[in-house]
């Protein structure tokens, strides 16, 4: 939808919908939203966010959201209810005002970017209070009645969950060691629950509202449905949501074990750690399949966003951290010392490479493109940046990496999807001379490529390396 006619037919439903004739004002895509639309925009002089389903979505090729957002709009009324700290949904979106599938809650106070949150002393009072806070609002959450809604929520049994995620990533096509292996511990571990709890399902640093005085508001409940309350726990725990500071478990701002004993106040109930290693085993996989599932939505024309390549080549930091959380439980004499440095850049000479291109590229982005941009166009410069440089480090070391893969795996006794089967099937153990040497090294390599400063890179180095 052109800019002049979504703003037109916006003001048009704010003028119905507050029966005012205000004006509309400070219309602006807001940063990030890979998986929805977010709108943040004033209508005589009130704040609000419009949420609805990116261009040529449809609900069920989004695939990792369960409710629709009419059913999201009628969650966060009864979580308002309830006691959570929610923005409240002011209106909903109707067919003929032709603006798409949505709804417009009121803006919260806050900061929402991890990034500029965690560490930084403007917020530290803030990150001090968020696991008394977070503990506060998940009890809250977990004891929602959901009768009211008029639609009802799904359950889902942990081997059914496995199962879904299973069936997505073999219809992507997904064929990732470390991956299948993880598939098969969860299928053999699955605990036996019968929990129907409501679960917020996405309740992690980044959709959480956050001032210098703490937190403001609890965001984006799409994937809200019933189950274990643990797997909401252990997903604010899943290593991809420690934004950088990975040492603090529980969403990169304390350790675990305060996060459970606050929860723990609340509930009256011990965490148990079984089953909370269970979770963030499930939900680091989950986030490892969804990322191969933007990128499959790109490919298939869903929504050719660029920032949904990008997130599709982040499956390596999620084999970093399931072989970090596997070594946890695994036989100290499996995870022996790795003799592994990254790559030093070799020397150019003669012709252009292109990995110089795609440099040159990415330094005219950041030097002359992206200064002069604001708010979404220059998120998307600094996504296309990092496309750049996934594609100048593939050029550069791709190749002697894929050499030494090969090597390994003709040691092993396995080619590629052989050893993917192998997996699959739990024909192969991880006692295999050099199959858990394969799977680390396996990740080393490709997040070298993929994303070199994502901190659990760091922290496998430090662990393994001699």
């Known amino acids: 939808m052109e800019s002049a006619k979504f703003e037109e037919k916006l003001a048009d439903f704010c003028a119905k919908t507050f029966r005012s004739e205000g004006k509309l004002a400070n219309v602006r895509r807001l940063s990030g939203g890979a998986s929805m639309e977010s709108w943040a925009f004033a209508y005589d002089h009130e704040e609000f966010v419009l949420r609805r389903l990116p261009k040529g979505i449809a609900r069920d090729e989004e695939g990792m959201r369960g409710i629709s957002l009419a059913t999201q709009a009628d969650v966060i009324d009864l979580a308002v209810a309830s006691g959570v700290t929610a923005p409240i949904v002011r209106a909903r979106l109707l067919p003929e005002n032709s603006l798409g599938e949505g709804f417009i809650m009121d803006k919260a106070d806050g900061e929402s970017l991890p990034h500029k949150i965690l560490g930084r002393p403007e917020f530290a009072e803030a990150e001090s209070k968020l696991t008394e806070q977070c503990a506060a609002e998940l009890w809250n959450i ?196 790795l003799d592994w440095q990254p790559p030093e850049r070799p020397a150019s000479r003669g012709e252009i490479g292109y990995d110089e291109l795609l440099t040159a590229i990415g330094e005219w982005n950041t030097g002359t493109v992206q200064p002069d941009l604001k708010g979404h166009d220059r998120f998307q410069s600094r996504v296309a940046g990092n496309a750049l440089g996934i594609a100048q480090r593939q050029a550069l070391y791709g190749p002697g990496f894929q050499a030494a893969s090969e090597e390994r795996l003709k040691a092993i006794g396995f080619d590629h999807g052989q050893l993917c089967a192998a997996l699959s099937e739990g024909r192969i153990s991880l006692e295999h001379p050099g199959l858990w040497d394969h799977f680390r090294l396996s990740a080393l390599e490709r997040l070298t490529i993929d994303q070199p400063k994502y901190a659990g890179l760091a922290v496998a180095l430090n662990k393994w390396r001699r």
Not at 153 to 166: A, E, F, G, K, N
Not at 181 to 206: C, I, Q, T
Not at 211 to 217: C, F, K, N, R, W
Request: net charge negative; aromatic share 12%.
């Open 142 to 337: 977990h004891n929602m009645a959901p009768d009211s809604l008029a639609g009802a929520l799904d359950y889902l049994s942990p081997t059914q969950l496995i199962d879904q995620q299973r069936e997505r990533y073999d219809e992507i096509g997904g064929a990732i060691p470390i991956f299948e292996y993880a598939f098969h511990w969860l299928h053999s571990n699955a605990p036996e629950s019968d929990v129907k709890k409501v679960v917020h399902g996405d309740f992690r640093m980044g959709n959480l509202m956050i001032t210098p005085a703490g937190l403001s508001a609890v965001l984006d409940w799409e994937l809200t449905r019933l189950g274990d309350p643990i797997q909401d726990l252990a997903y604010l725990c899943t290593p991809s949501w420690r934004f950088g500071h990975y040492e603090k478990v529980a969403g990169g701002f304390d350790t675990a074990d305060a996060f459970f004993a606050a929860y723990a106040k609340y509930s009256g109930e011990t965490v148990d750690p079984k089953r909370f290693r269970y979770w963030l085993i499930y939900s680091t996989l989950w986030w490892g399949v969804s990322c191969l599932l933007m990128g499959e939505i790109w490919r298939s024309h869903g929504d050719r966003s660029l920032e949904r390549t990008v997130i599709g080549r982040r499956v390596s930091e999620v084999e970093i951290d399931l072989a970090l959380l596997f070594e946890e439980i695994l036989p100290s004499e499996l995870c022996t010392k």
